[in-house]
């Protein structure tokens, strides 16, 4: 592992934090190299971008949100930003977050505290991690629903907190228990 000042590990305009290890507070007071990065067990890995159907998957279910939330202006909803989870461990960069209005103390830069709702976009990548490791996190602290979308299968699942465990609901129509009258189809975001 890397434990070097950043400065030290590479030269400007490539990525400077590949490696390192890191803190929470250390994560937080890092400059932006201009490079996307996870934290895995502490250590700063350098993450590739989406391919084209992740991010086309990302502006078609962030289109269906934002025009719900128009209509309903019960939250916000944001991309790719940084969440501190209440347990402590490595912050995570959900595709989408939202945030319902009565929580939105917890924004502060970055989200520090509970989501009430994440959507992961899967990548071959990061498949396992989402539907594992991370699913367990948002289900620990309190994520009330988690939504996947896989952009091979062109498939969706809205997975429901159920306090112990997650209740996965899968379709080609999906409603949200959380946001009354939210149903997305799976025609809607892969034509």
Request: proline share 6%; no cysteine; net charge negative.
């Amino acid at each position: 592992m890397l434990v070097a000042a950043p400065s030290q590990l590479a030269p400007p305009g490539k990525p400077r934090y590949h490696g390192l290890r890191v803190t929470r507070e250390i994560y937080l007071d890092l400059e932006d190299d201009g490079f996307k990065y996870d934290v895995i067990d502490g250590v700063m890995v350098m993450a590739p971008s989406g391919f084209f159907e992740h991010g086309e998957t990302a502006a078609s279910l962030s289109f269906l949100f934002y025009n719900y939330l128009k209509m309903r202006p019960v939250g916000k909803l944001t991309s790719e930003v940084d969440i501190f989870l209440p347990d402590g461990g490595d912050p995570l960069r959900p595709d989408l977050s939202f945030i319902l209005n009565e929580n939105l103390y917890i924004v502060a830069g970055h989200i520090h505290g509970t989501p009430d709702l994440v959507v992961e976009i899967l990548s071959p990548s990061t498949l396992h991690r989402d539907l594992g490791v991370k699913a367990e996190r948002y289900l620990k602290n309190g994520v009330r629903e988690y939504w996947i979308a896989d952009p091979a299968e062109k498939a969706l699942q809205v997975w429901i907190n159920k306090g112990d465990h997650w209740e996965k609901r899968t379709g080609d129509t999906l409603a949200s228990m959380l946001l009354e009258g939210l149903v997305i189809k799976r025609a809607e975001v892969w034509d």
